[in-house]
């Protein structure tokens, strides 16, 4: 299915995002890449996944490369695919507490946060393939679970999620998202997951 503008407004704005305002997705050969992620069929929320994996393990090196580029994601883009198809393959059987053992005190002791995750963990692993009948309120479902622990995550937080709040939003007017566009809801609800879940180290693996 081809990406919609919104979509592709979307890859471009996390790019300017996690870029700190540098100009945007401008090139033929960017242009290229996306044309190839979308005749592969690569969901676009899979690209932003890969997108905030590839800025996350530049920021760690001392010398990151200076010129970036959309062909610099293609690894961590094959990465997410591979992950989610295992996602399918595993099936219900799937260790549903995977994971849990890295999240931090005091969330991590919560029984009602770790049946949340293992409620999520679970509905990912028996989604069925998005041809067949049912997918779409499977999807629902899953993400229902999904957004049912973050906000038990975000609760947890207390005062200092204002603080999250006040700093992703200086963020994302500065890669000029305009508030309550749908690329600033869509970038908002991506983006404070991720600062939710790095909270807590709890992990969405990209989902």
Do not use: C
Request: proline share 5%; hydrophobic share 50%; charged share 30%.
């Amino acid at each position: 299915m081809p990406y919609t503008r919104e979509e592709k407004d979307w890859l471009e704005r996390e790019w300017a995002f996690r870029a700190w305002g540098r100009a945007g997705l401008l090139s033929t050969d960017d242009y290229r890449q996306v044309l190839a992620w979308e005749a592969e069929a690569v969901p676009m929320d899979l690209v932003v996944s890969a997108l905030n994996a590839f800025f996350d393990r530049r920021e760690k090196r001392e010398k990151p490369r200076t010129f970036v580029a959309l062909k610099h994601l293609d690894r961590d883009v094959a990465k997410a695919v591979k992950l989610r198809e295992a996602l399918h393959r595993a099936g219900p059987d799937l260790d549903a507490g995977r994971g849990w053992a890295q999240v931090k005190a005091p969330f991590k002791d919560d029984p009602a946060a770790k049946a949340a995750f293992e409620a999520w963990q679970r509905l990912r692993a028996a989604a069925p393939a998005p041809e067949a009948a049912g997918y779409l309120a499977h999807h629902d479902e899953e993400r229902q679970a999904r957004a049912a622990l973050l906000a038990l995550a975000e609760a947890a937080l207390g005062p200092e999620a204002e603080v999250l709040r006040i700093d992703l939003a200086q963020r994302l007017e500065a890669a000029d998202m305009k508030p309550d566009s749908l690329v600033w809801k869509r970038a908002w609800s991506h983006h404070w997951a991720r600062l939710v879940a790095a909270a807590w180290a709890l992990p969405l693996e990209g989902a």
